[in-house]
């Protein structure tokens, strides 16, 4: 078949435009954005073509999907409705191929990318596996029985998806301008699991046991009351080190290199699973030790005593994290977070705890917020300055400006956002290269 994807190169489109083309489709897409992103390099390595204008032609029985951040009056989107094609939802086409596989539907706030990511390198290695990560990397095989996808609630599109398996990482307010409150959120994740005949959750998160099962669950974390706990856990410069018991028996220690607490628990997921699919533990302790995070995932590069650090953290949770994690590594080194707002009913709806998180950081950097699908006019008393004026010592910055940043020494500068972070990333990085030089 030929799929059209609009807005091919935002991370989740990409995904499934990769999907699509492994399982022997004909793909090609639109994008606004012209510079190279991040997640293209999959698309470019499967020769998937990608427009940037209305000047070509496509075929009658193409299959038409869209990117939620395209509004429907947008032009490319307004010229395939008129010749007529065949239009499916992004979610229901996703949810189409999910029913096609053995799939794994791994749900959260945060974590379900790194979560995602971890199931797909212990499985691919062993059982074989197809994999949907939301950072722009997709595989399939039609041979491979497993799937799995990062389910995300955005919009409520994961309640399309068919899971074997639903994972919880945990529960928090996010997406509001599509969800009124937390209960109407823990509800929703609540049918998502419910489709599944088994649920793997977090169960050290209360909003997770506030959720409503009517099928089997196996929770997880460090708490005692859980059948997965996780203890022991040891943080050093080298990474993360714990036990891990499975009612109540030791089952084995795990040595993984990444950083944060919270790596722990997305472990604890992914353990949890490989195992209820019959994964050797020695297995699983080996591809642990190798694995390697997501993209826009805690990345870093060494600039002489700077280190640069991308991360897709935009939740304030993700934001401390992120802080946490540079100072777990880089003890030494004055941790600097710059953060690029995304959506304005976000910024309103956790002003105060952006404020908090930012507050850890040695020193604050704040963008103007950036948005797609919101209109400013909407929110005419929303802006970064928000932050700015209650985070001590904290400073506007653009592209512009970024030659601020020149002045810290001995740092690990964070950059974090879900949008396009990593262009000021990217300037700055060439400033303090040309420096050094």
């Known amino acids: 078949m030929k799929y059209y994807c609009i807005g091919i190169k935002g991370s989740g489109m990409a995904t499934l435009a990769e999907i699509l083309y492994d399982l022997g489709n004909s793909v090609s897409g639109y994008d606004d954005y012209k510079p190279y992103k991040f997640t293209q390099e999959g698309l470019d390595i499967r020769n998937i073509k990608i427009y940037y204008d209305s000047n070509h032609e496509i075929d009658k029985d193409t299959i038409v999907t869209y990117s939620k951040a ?254 946490e994690s540079a100072r777990q590594k880089y003890p030494k080194k004055e941790v600097v977070a710059v953060f690029l707002p995304n959506t304005y009913s976000r910024t309103k709806a956790l002003l105060n705890d952006f404020i908090n998180a930012l507050k850890m950081a040695d020193k604050a950097y704040v963008m103007d917020i950036h948005c797609d699908r919101e209109k400013r006019e909407d929110y005419p008393r929303v802006s970064s300055d928000l932050i700015i004026n209650e985070v001590p010592n904290a400073e506007k910055i653009s592209i512009s400006t970024v030659d601020k940043l020149l002045k810290h020494k001995n740092a690990a500068i964070c950059f974090m956002s879900c949008a396009n972070i990593y262009e000021i990333e990217g300037a700055f990085e060439e400033l303090i290269k040309n420096k050094n030089n």
């Open 70 to 323: 395209f509004s429907i009056n947008h032009p490319e989107i307004k010229r395939v409705k008129s010749l007529g094609l065949n239009i499916i939802e992004y979610n229901e086409l996703l949810g189409k191929i999910s029913g096609e596989f053995k799939t794994i539907g791994v749900s959260g706030t945060h974590g379900k990318t790194t979560t995602s990511t971890m199931l797909s390198h212990v499985l691919k290695d062993t059982k074989g596996c197809n994999y949907f990560i939301g950072d722009g990397t997709g595989f399939a095989k039609k041979e491979n029985e497993l799937f799995v996808l990062e389910s995300c609630e955005y919009n409520r599109h994961f309640l399309a998806y068919k899971p074997y398996y639903a994972v919880v990482t945990n529960i928090e307010l996010e997406h509001t301008e599509c969800y009124k409150d937390i209960n109407e959120i823990i509800d929703t994740f609540s049918s998502f699991a419910n489709k599944a005949n088994f649920v793997v959750a977090c169960g050290d998160d209360l909003n997770v046991r506030k959720m409503k099962l009517n099928n089997k669950v196996i929770y997880y974390g460090f708490n005692d009351n859980n059948d997965v706990v996780g203890k022991n856990v040891v943080l050093s410069k080298e990474g993360i080190a714990f036990d891990v018991y499975m009612d109540k028996k030791l089952y084995g220690h795990f040595n993984i290199p990444v950083y944060g607490e919270h790596m722990a628990l997305n472990a604890l997921a992914c353990i949890t699973i490989c195992n209820l699919e019959g994964v050797k533990k020695e297995d699983i302790h080996r591809l642990l030790q190798t694995f390697i995070n997501a993209k826009r995932r805690f990345k870093e590069k060494v600039f002489g005593d700077v280190v640069t650090i991308d991360d897709y953290a935009h939740h304030p949770t993700e934001i401390e994290v992120t802080i």
